[in-house]
T-cell receptor, first 112, second 114 residues
Framework: DAKTTQPPSMDCAEGRAANLPCNHSTISGNEYVYWYRQIHSQGPQYIIH???NNETNEMASLIITEDRKSSTLILPHATLRDTAVYYC?????????????FGAGTTVTVRA | DGGITQSPKYLFRKEGQNVTLSCEQN?????MYWYRQDPGQGLRLIYY???????QKGDIAEGYSVSREKKESFPLTVTSAQKNPTAFYLC?????????????FGDGTRLSIL
């Protein structure tokens, strides 16, 4: 069963913020939310992860709703290099849930 | 820069031939992983290693072999027993196997059959 639901695609204007939603309505209390992206013909790149608090790093911000049933990845100033497939996954970190499994993700196209 | 280096980027295998994909990391991570990525099928785990001199089969280990003689290296051999080896192979590592910290990936090796 799919643990997360993401829109299949979205466009974003260069220089604007890109807000990528992810629904994980069946998330359990010990599951973390992780975001990766994959540019064509490259390996997946880790972006950010969190449990329940909002998180920010040099790449992006992660906003998790209070009920933890959904989250939003924010790329504050999208560039053409941010064009990629973005994957939202949930996993029980620190346990036997070590196998990463990406769904279809969201194909983000940043336009000049 | 710290990271994971996979080589070669492209590899071609002849029938009946074994080929070895290299994966090196300088992140001082204990755990390393090999995944296979096929179009429309996402990632599938081939082998993983929690620590040097240890490795375990993943979901699709048949036709593959690995070794972990050094902490920084986790080579994958695709043997002739693997009947459908054409795929994008990804190596990943994490600080520890059981950790909240993420797995980080190399840039992959694309294997094709001649």
């Amino acid at each position: 069963d799919a643990k997360t639901t993401q829109p299949p695609s979205m466009d974003c204007a260069e220089g604007r913020a890109a807000n990528l939603p992810c629904n994980h309505s069946t998330i359990s209390g010990n599951e973390y939310v992780y975001w990766y992206r994959q540019i064509h013909s490259q390996g997946p790149q880790y972006i950010i992860h969190g449990l329940k608090n909002n998180e920010t790093n040099e790449m992006a911000s992660l906003i998790i709703t209070e009920d933890r049933k959904s989250s939003t990845l924010i790329l504050p100033h999208a560039t053409l290099r941010d064009t990629a497939v973005y994957y939202c996954i949930v996993r029980v970190a620190g346990s036997n849930d070590y196998k990463l499994s990406f769904g279809a993700g969201t194909t983000v196209t940043v336009r000049a | 820069d710290g990271g994971i280096t996979q080589s070669p980027k492209y590899l071609f295998r002849k029938e009946g031939q074994n080929v070895t994909l290299s994966c090196e990391q300088n992140l001082n991570h204990d755990a390393m992983y090999w995944y296979r990525q096929d179009p429309g099928q996402g990632l599938r785990l081939i082998y993983y290693s929690q620590i040097v001199n240890d490795f375990q089969k993943g979901d699709i280990a048949e036709g593959y072999s690995v070794s972990r003689e050094k902490k920084e290296s986790f080579p994958l051999t695709v043997t002739s027993a693997q009947k459908n080896p054409t795929a994008f192979y990804l190596c990943a590592s994490s600080i520890r196997h059981y950790s909240t910290q993420p797995q980080h990936f190399g840039d992959g090796t694309r294997l094709s059959i001649l």
